[in-house]
């Protein structure tokens, strides 16, 4: 069964065809990155706007890459929350028109659930109960998966997102957006212990986690500096950094405990942040639990052929003629469906 994905939930507008939730046969992506390094951040506007002028091209792009046409595709699977409101509608509304005129099922993704597929993407099995690190700009979520559409979230952040923290932190630092791989490349010439920071949450006795008091002690640490040169710079990189993922990793031990787990899963755009896989490929080796990060960096970030497996797999559990066009919404909601 081949899926056509759509995906707009923020910055990237993003098309893709796979077969059976597995193989990709195009993951077409046109960033607006561009454009946000001008605004040093992402204004939903100028997202929406870019997301409106690239869906139609990427879309075609997409059925060339993988030499496919509409009679091809046995369903449209779409991002339908959360994220922001203008470039989501862009790809729901596409989406919609294009269900009704090709007479194809339409079926709505939740933006983390496709995060969570995206480890399934030309991989073989997963052992379930797995645990999830869904880690993003928008989102930072701990997520016991029981099985493929058996999803519980465990812990979530009280405020900031890590990526959204790298993104802020990298602003304070004058380096550009995004600011995630600005800090890590940095970080790599910097010394760790270099700054202080607190590891937030360690006892709050949840899986919680929370990243803005972290980010008020660079700014702090950063007032402290009369003369900022590179060599500092570096170290808050690093220490910054290495402070966010310590932070990460205390509450996945925890919950990988507590859920007796065999395989712990990165997904998200921070899920590429090289340091945070080294530091997780370690925990997995000491305590003998699995680590599956997505098979290629492009699937750790906003793609289109997460949400066409996981679309697929929702598919699976529901028959065709229950996906209406017209219940198709924009769901803003961060809960998990069920
Ligand atoms: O999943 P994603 O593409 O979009 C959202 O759903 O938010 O994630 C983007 C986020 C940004 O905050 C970006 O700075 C962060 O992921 N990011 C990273 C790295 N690559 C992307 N953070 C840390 N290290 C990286 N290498
Ligand atoms: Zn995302």
Same mark, same amino acid.
């Given at each position: ?40 951040? #992402? ?15 990427? #879309? ?9 046409? &509409? ?45 969570i ?15 999830v690190?869904t ?6 979520n701990l997520i016991l998966w ?5 999803f519980?979230l465990? *812990? ?6 890590? *990526? ?18 600005? #800090? ?5 010439? *910097? ?27 660079? /700014? ?28 990460? #990793? ?31 490929? /370690? ?5 003998? &639990? ?32 229950? &996906? ?15």
């Amino acid at each position: 069964m081949k899926i056509l994905g759509i995906e707009s939930s923020c910055d990237e507008t993003a098309a893709a065809i796979a077969e059976n939730g597995k193989t990709v046969l195009a993951n077409e992506i046109a960033s607006s990155v561009v454009l946000h390094q001008k605004t040093g951040g #992402i204004v939903p506007e100028i997202a929406a706007r870019d997301a409106a002028e690239k869906i139609l091209p990427i #879309i075609e792009r997409a059925f060339s890459t993988a030499n496919l046409s &509409w009679k091809d595709i046995d369903a449209i699977a779409v991002t339908n929350g959360p994220g922001l409101a203008g470039s989501l509608l862009v790809g729901i509304e596409t989406a919609r028109t294009l269900a009704f005129l090709h007479t194809k099922p339409l079926i709505p993704v939740h933006h983390i659930i496709g995060h969570i597929y995206a480890n399934v993407l030309e991989r073989e099995e997963v052992i379930f109960p797995a645990l999830v690190l869904t880690v993003s700009g928008g989102h930072n979520n701990l997520i016991l998966w029981r099985d493929f559409l058996d999803f519980a979230l465990v *812990g979530e952040t009280r405020d900031d997102a890590a *990526g959204e923290a790298f993104d802020k932190v990298a602003k304070m630092l004058d380096l550009p957006f995004p600011g995630g791989p600005a #800090i890590a490349s940095l970080a790599l010439q *910097g010394d760790a212990k270099a700054y202080k920071f607190p590891r937030p949450m360690q006892q709050s006795g949840d899986l919680d986690f929370s990243f803005s008091g972290l980010k008020t002690a660079v /700014l702090y640490a950063l007032a402290k500096e009369k003369h900022l040169n590179e060599k500092k710079k570096a170290d808050l990189a690093a220490s910054f950094q290495e402070a966010v993922i310590d932070s990460l #990793i205390f509450k996945l031990k925890q919950a990988a405990m507590r859920f007796g787990v065999r395989e712990i899963h990165l997904a998200g755009g921070v899920s590429a942040n090289r340091r945070l896989q080294e530091k997780t490929a /370690l925990l997995c080796r000491k305590n003998g &639990w699995q680590l599956l990060l997505p098979v290629k960096p492009i699937y750790s970030t906003d793609n289109a052929a997460m949400i066409a497996a996981a679309g697929y797999f929702i598919y699976q559990k529901t028959p065709a003629r229950e &996906w209406d066009i017209s219940k198709v919404r924009l769901n803003l909601q961060q809960e998990l469906p069920q």
